[in-house]
């Protein structure tokens, strides 16, 4: 699918970029499966152009046209839930149940400010003037530029296009390589609901072309993050050049705490499906346990005993329960993780093992 989409700039697709194709990556098997377009600073500087050019017509677009086409938007995004799943789950290795229902929150996210677009109102206050008043309007802020990451490849995405769109700005959609179909799928929905040419834009591709480009355009008005804590120091750091305004969701470190009082079930019955979801790639899952003593044993057991029952596979089986991590980088790091814990004195290895994905044994395309 990778060669009919590619980046999307002023209303077209690209299938070629300035920047080497990449390569798009089945977490679970290791198989390649297809070659993507790369954008180049050239690509990333005719996206910033179209988006100048679609915020001109697009912020002079009425509020109740602008909800109509999100509506539109989402009605075909239902419509392919089950397209975009399938490559939710291919690509970032969570089961497709779970794909479904993340796709079902990006639909939601469109229709959601769909109506909060009909409802930007401004008001009217009193002057410090005998006779006078104040009337104030919002306006949108200007050409976005949005930057996401890889375990909710669709609805970090939805997050960030459907309220900038509604605001009437236009926006720049840099999504994680690792996770670029989702994102032209998503587009491409956009794309059929009739959004006018550089309202939208999709750039994919490596850091240096595509971060300094676009964080370092004065044009650029607006960066949104959903990624690492240094990553968001760094960017804030670098949207002060040009005192962008920054929106930012960055990692976690979560914590769960279950007292003495705590009904035990129902904590295990929430702790175990939130720790597992996605691998344990999510912001929000529990890193760190704090049992009461009295709890302790017990919690363990019946942790275990879930953690255990839980079905490992590929995420296009319907009962898979987990898939893979994301890649080689995230395996070595956990194991590193559960090692400094060992070094740290723990009192024992883990009680539930896991498994390793095969390494790549070929290069054939998986559409």
């Not at 750039?203 to 008005?221: D, E, H, I, N, Q």
């Amino acid at each position: 699918m990778y060669q009919s989409f590619g980046l999307f700039i002023d209303g077209s697709w690209r299938t070629k970029g300035g920047g080497p194709p990449l390569e798009v990556i089945d977490p679970a098997t290791g198989e390649v499966l297809g070659l993507t377009a790369s954008a180049g600073v050239g690509d990333v500087e005719d996206a910033i152009a179209s988006a100048e050019a679609g915020l001109k017509l697009w912020r002079a677009t009425p509020a109740w046209s602008r909800a109509d086409l999100l509506h539109a938007a989402a009605s075909i995004m239902q419509a392919r839930t089950e397209e975009a799943a399938r490559r939710i789950t291919l690509e970032a290795g969570k089961p497709i149940v779970q794909s479904r229902r993340e796709w079902a929150l990006s639909i939601d996210q469109f229709r959601w400010h769909a109506e909060e677009a009909r409802r930007i109102y401004g008001r009217i206050v009193e002057s410090r003037a005998p006779g006078g008043r104040i009337e104030v309007q919002h306006e949108p802020v200007g050409i976005v530029a949005a930057f996401t990451v890889w375990n909710f490849p669709a609805v970090l995405i939805a997050r960030k296009v459907a309220p900038a769109l509604a605001a009437g700005c236009s926006i720049v959609v840099r999504p994680s390589s690792e996770v670029p179909g989702t994102a032209m799928i998503l587009v491409d929905c956009l794309r059929q609901a009739g959004i006018p040419r550089g309202v939208v834009n999709l750039v994919v591709g490596p850091t240096s072309p595509t971060y300094a480009t676009l964080v370092g355009s004065p044009k650029v008005r607006k960066i949104s993050l959903t990624g690492s804590t240094a990553v968001g120091q760094q960017m804030i750091r670098d949207a002060a050049a040009t005192l962008k305004r920054v929106s930012m969701e960055l990692g976690g470190n979560a914590p769960m705490i279950v007292f003495d009082d705590a009904d035990l079930e129902w904590a295990l019955d929430l702790a175990v499906p939130t720790k597992y979801a996605n691998a344990g790639q999510v912001c929000v899952t529990p890193d760190r346990f704090f049992v009461h003593d009295s709890l302790h044993n017990d919690f363990v057991g019946g942790f275990t005993k879930r953690a255990k029952a839980l079905k490992l596979g590929h995420g296009l089986d319907e009962a898979t329960q987990m898939g893979p991590l994301i890649n080689q980088r995230r395996l070595d790091a956990i194991e590193a993780i559960v090692a400094d814990a060992e070094n740290a004195a723990a009192k024992s290895r883990p009680v539930v093992g896991g498994f390793q994905a095969p390494t790549r044994a070929s290069s054939s395309s998986r559409q």
